[in-house]
């Protein structure tokens, strides 16, 4: 296969996350916006550079990181999916991700005032440091400040290697964000916004080097009575 039409089929692997058909999950409508700024400024890179060792090395660890990412959604969709169905749930108000951050993570503008860009919003910050503020003291644990029910997986392993073990250096994190949070508007507990994060490391510990990571962002709602799977 050419270099061209390696990238172009990796290039078609990036829109492919969600759903795998119109009738998968339980009724949930989604959204896939996928916030891979890295892995698509590497992608430039190759069309226009030899892939050396290292070129290769980090588009590897691009891709790992997107698919971890792409497994945590996976595994969310069926875990809600369980916590609508069998009632532990009843709608998303009580999951969201908040606070960490002086005026809370989920808040754009500090008191509404579009001058005032919050430095503290999830999405001016980096993946790494949205780990950090969910484990602050690096035990692969969420914080009780993040533990209640506002994260939904956190450093969850999924790659088993040849001897059957959980390869701990691919891990993914998700959680829910209220998507009204701070915009005046009232807050919708059927609708959220579900963020899920892959992680590729040196090593099997959450301590150790983050090569890659990739950051996508679902929009979601609960499903409705009577839909089925």
Avoid at 60 to 70: G, H, K, L, P, V
Avoid at 84 to 108: E, K, R
Avoid at 186 to 215: E, F, H, W
Wanted: charged letters at 20%; aromatic letters at 10%; a negative charge.
């Amino acid at each position: 296969m050419s270099k061209k039409e390696k990238i172009k089929n990796f290039l078609k692997a990036l829109t492919a996350c969600g759903p795998r058909t119109a009738n998968s999950g339980s009724g949930m409508m989604v959204v896939i916006l996928v916030l891979a700024f890295m892995l698509t400024v590497g992608v430039a890179v190759l069309t226009v550079t030899s892939s050396g060792p290292k070129v290769s090395a980090m588009m590897r660890y691009q891709e790992e990181a997107f698919n971890a990412a792409e497994a945590g959604f996976d595994a969310a969709r069926m875990s809600l999916e369980d916590f609508f169905g069998n009632g532990a749930w009843v709608n998303f108000s009580n999951h969201y991700l908040t606070g960490l951050t002086p005026y809370s993570l989920d808040v754009a503008f500090i008191g509404g005032d579009l001058t005032k860009p919050n430095p503290g919003y999830f999405r001016r910050l980096t993946d790494e440091q949205i780990l950090n503020l969910i484990d602050t003291n690096h035990d692969g644990m969420p914080d009780l400040t993040a533990a209640n029910g506002q994260v939904v997986f956190f450093e969850e392993p999924f790659v088993y290697d040849q001897s059957g073990k959980l390869d701990e250096r691919y891990r993914y994190t998700v959680f829910l964000i209220d998507d009204e949070a701070g915009t005046g508007a009232a807050s919708d507990p059927t609708d959220c916004l579900m963020v899920c994060i892959g992680v590729v490391r040196s090593g099997p510990k959450v301590t150790d080097n983050i090569l890659a990571t990739c950051r996508l962002e679902i929009e979601i709602e609960m499903p409705q009575a009577g839909t089925n799977p």
